[in-house]
């Protein structure tokens, strides 16, 4: 690769980390091409882009970006793919998934909304996270729950009412 085509990709991986809040940095060597290929439909089902990467242009990339990556660029050791996704969680959730039939893909490190998590053992927190559609979602619920209670409360008691003051006339009368 000539000096010219580094730099071409280091640009393409800068912007491409510019436009993304979840980046997660992933081990996937010693997976044989079948694999490989069901690792890549998976990602492409989960809306996860997969891609693999040299180490020193990912690492220039990132020293580039405005981003703070923090201790994420001293993973960037052996085989690298990044994983870039809209949900926080997408990329653990398939890796989880995906490693119940396998030993790979191995989670280096993640960078979300400028919080870095290094090591496979982040792996399960990173799952459990809500995404920013499940979080609105509750929120939307718990908002709604004391206005359905209020309009419940007020239409079984206007029947009440209504059916008191039927009574009250049928007895005037």
Known sequence: MTREEKSIVIKDLTARLADTNVLYVADISALDAETTSNL???????????EVVKNTLLEKAMESSDNDYGDLPSTLKGNTSIM?????????????KFRE?????????????EAIFIGDDQL??????????????????????????????LKSGGGVIAGLVKTLS????
């Open 40 to 50: 890549r439909r998976a990602c492409f089902k989960a809306g996860v882009k997969m």
């Open 124 to 153: 399960a927190s990173l799952a459990s996270l809500k995404s920013k559609d499940e979080v609105i979602g509750e929120i939307v619920t718990l908002l709604q729950s004391p206005a359905k209670n209020v309009i419940s409360a």
């Open 101 to 113: 039939g396998n030993d790979k893909p191995i989670l280096k490190g993640a960078y979300i909304d």
């Open 84 to 96: 870039i996704a809209e949900a926080g969680n997408a990329p653990a959730k398939l890796i989880k």
């Open 170 to 173: 049928e007895r005037e009368g």
